[in-house]
């Protein structure tokens, strides 16, 4: 009777293990970690590291083209003068067109030649010809077209010098013909400006030089009013050298 007894109690234990402890199901995770009896890291089911989030700004409802600046031809070396018709103004970023170019200059022409040189008469004297030729030699040089000879006008002023000469006077007004004016009326030369130079030298080319450096006669020499000259030229008497007259007619 207590055989039966122990068996009964030893079956009911291994029933009672069996219904609370079930057998666990082999190669199982769990089972594996309640037989080890700790917790472990089960490899490829761990979750991925988190990345850092990237911001992208969202795009402008309407992007403007990129357009790189050209390169400056004023600071590149070996750029010529031409190009483009436009340019940029780089400072405020808008396209501005490039000015219209300059209009080309009409080539400027060369001065006109000079008159030419009139030779003298040859009813003047040789010191006569002698302050022609230079006396319209300094007008031309000075831009002023020469003079002509005339030749009562010439006629007029030998008068006037050889009283001069003989009456050892130097002045404009003549002791016996009266004024310059008066002198070239009375020869029947008409006339709408008059004028006369004076000088007295040791040669022609003195007594012209001495009026050269004088304004008021230098004025008479360059005005371009006048058209004809007579000039007379004879011995000074009373000491060595020349006397000289000028008359200068307007017509």
Same mark, same amino acid.
């Not at 970690?33 to 990237?54: D, N, Y």
């Not at 390169?71 to 436009?86: F, Q």
């Not at 010809?129 to 006396?135: C, D, E, G, K, S």
């Not at 077209?145 to 002045?171: G, I, W």
């Given at each position: 009777?207590?055989?039966?007894?122990?068996?009964?109690?030893?079956?009911?234990?291994?029933?009672?293990?069996?219904?609370? *402890?079930?057998?666990?199901?082999? @190669?199982?995770?769990?089972?594996?970690?309640?037989?080890? @009896?700790?917790?472990?890291?089960?490899?490829?089911?761990?979750?991925?590291?988190?990345?850092?989030?990237? =911001?992208?700004?969202?795009?402008?409802? !309407?992007?403007?083209?990129?357009?790189?600046?050209?390169?400056?031809?004023?600071?590149?070396?070996?750029?010529?003068?031409?190009?483009?018709?436009?340019?940029?103004?780089?400072?405020?970023?808008?396209?501005?067109?490039?000015?219209?170019?300059?209009?080309?200059?009409?080539?400027?022409?060369?001065?006109?030649?000079?008159?030419?040189?009139?030779?003298?008469?040859? &009813?003047?004297?040789?010191?006569?010809?002698?302050?022609?030729?230079?006396?319209?030699?300094?007008?031309?040089? =000075?831009?002023?077209?020469?003079?002509?000879?005339?030749?009562?006008?010439?006629?007029?002023?030998?008068?006037?010098?050889?009283?001069?000469?003989?009456?050892? *006077?130097?002045?404009? !007004?003549?002791?016996?013909?009266?004024?310059?004016? !008066?002198?070239?009326?009375?020869?029947?030369?008409?006339?709408?400006?008059?004028?006369? !130079?004076?000088?007295?030298?040791?040669?022609?080319?003195?007594?012209?030089?001495?009026?050269?450096?004088?304004?008021?006669?230098?004025?008479?020499?360059?005005?371009?009013?006048? =058209?004809?000259? @007579?000039?007379?030229?004879?011995? &000074?008497?009373?000491?060595?050298?020349?006397?000289?007259?000028?008359? &200068?007619?307007?017509?």
């Amino acid at each position: 009777m207590l055989q039966k007894r122990s068996v009964f109690c030893l079956v009911l234990s291994l029933l009672l293990i069996a219904v609370f *402890y079930p057998a666990p199901a082999l @190669g199982s995770p769990r089972g594996q970690m309640e037989r080890q @009896g700790f917790a472990v890291e089960i490899k490829g089911l761990q979750q991925p590291p988190l990345e850092a989030p990237v =911001h992208n700004p969202p795009a402008p409802a !309407n992007p403007l083209p990129h357009n790189p600046a050209p390169a400056d031809p004023a600071a590149s070396p070996g750029t010529g003068s031409g190009g483009s018709t436009a340019q940029r103004n780089f400072r405020s970023g808008a396209f501005m067109p490039a000015p219209a170019p300059a209009p080309v200059p009409d080539p400027v022409p060369f001065p006109p030649t000079a008159p030419a040189l009139p030779d003298a008469p040859s &009813w003047m004297t040789a010191s006569e010809a002698q302050a022609f030729m230079l006396l319209n030699q300094y007008r031309i040089a =000075h831009g002023i077209p020469p003079v002509q000879a005339h030749r009562a006008l010439t006629e007029v002023a030998r008068l006037k010098v050889r009283d001069m000469s003989e009456n050892n *006077y130097f002045a404009h !007004n003549s002791p016996t013909y009266g004024s310059p004016g !008066n002198m070239v009326r009375q020869a029947g030369i008409k006339f709408s400006a008059l004028g006369e !130079n004076l000088s007295g030298a040791g040669n022609v080319q003195q007594a012209h030089a001495q009026l050269v450096y004088s304004a008021a006669h230098r004025q008479i020499m360059l005005n371009p009013n006048y =058209h004809y000259v @007579g000039i007379g030229i004879v011995p &000074w008497k009373a000491t060595p050298g020349i006397i000289m007259v000028q008359l &200068w007619l307007k017509p």
